[in-house]
């Protein structure tokens, strides 16, 4: 872990995620494919990928932060509506 904080996944963590988690769509009747996109930024990469692949619908969750953490940090979701042609669906956090 880094010293703020943050864990980043290596390319082969990230790969094993993605294997599983189609593989869980999948056994749930879902037609699911998965890729570990390039670095860039999220949003323009998420639009990118989902241009690329012809996609109807880009799903995403929302980690809501709050206004003013979204104002220092950008808000992925709200980028990703302006960066992609393709309807976004953004599914609320729900916290305990």
């Given at each position: 872990m880094?010293?703020?904080g943050?864990y980043?996944?290596?390319?082969?963590?990230?790969?094993?995620?993605?294997?599983?988690?189609?593989?869980?769509?999948?056994?749930?009747?879902?037609?699911?494919?998965?890729?570990?996109?390039?670095?860039?930024?999220?949003?323009?990469?998420?639009?990118?990928?989902?241009?690329?692949?012809n996609?109807?619908?880009?799903?995403?969750?929302?980690?809501?932060?709050?206004?003013?953490?979204?104002?220092?940090?950008?808000?992925?979701?709200?980028?990703?509506?302006?960066?992609?042609?393709?309807?976004?669906?953004?599914?609320?956090?729900?916290?305990p």
């Amino acid at each position: 872990m880094s010293p703020a904080g943050a864990y980043f996944e290596t390319e082969a963590e990230s790969q094993r995620t993605i294997e599983r988690t189609v593989q869980e769509l999948r056994a749930a009747g879902v037609d699911a494919q998965g890729v570990v996109a390039p670095a860039g930024p999220v949003a323009v990469t998420l639009a990118s990928v989902a241009e690329d692949w012809n996609a109807d619908l880009i799903v995403t969750g929302s980690s809501r932060m709050g206004d003013a953490a979204s104002l220092v940090l950008g808000s992925v979701s709200h980028n990703l509506l302006h960066a992609s042609d393709v309807p976004v669906l953004i599914a609320e956090r729900v916290r305990p």
